[in-house]
Nanobody, 123 residues
């Protein structure tokens, strides 16, 4: 499974961005999906997860109420809508796929990773 993120960029605090993760190579709907991020000098951290059908989502406390993840299995694409962005959201954002129908915040549960897309939030 290949994953390619897009949609990152520079935005002012309070603004919004929508990230996308295009999957190819295997049946997208067989995988639970997740978003992670890594800020400079920090470890990679969990952001959001979604089950295989999109009926269940799970978020880190730091983004709950501001970020929404969704998926379109017909388009083999995962999304992350980010609203009310803060400077501390600045990071390289990765999408990841788990060979299971449900996955949450553990990095080890994910088997495939994209290369990341940079999000920079200015104050």
């Amino acid at each position: 499974l290949q994953l390619v993120e897009s949609g990152g960029g520079l935005v002012q605090a309070g603004g919004s961005l929508r990230l996308a993760c295009a999957a190819s190579g295997r049946a997208f709907s067989n995988f639970a999906m997740g978003w992670f991020r890594q800020a400079p000098g920090k470890e990679r951290e969990f952001v959001a997860a979604i089950n295989w059908s999109g009926s269940s989502t799970y978020y880190a406390d730091s983004v709950k109420g501001r970020f929404t993840t969704s998926r379109d299995n017909r388009k083999n694409t995962l999304y992350l809508q980010m609203n009310s962005l803060k400077p501390e959201d600045t990071a390289l954002y990765y999408c990841a796929a788990a060979k299971s129908l449900v996955a949450r915040g553990q990095e080890g549960a994910y088997d495939y990773w994209g290369q990341g897309t940079q999000v920079t939030v200015s104050s």
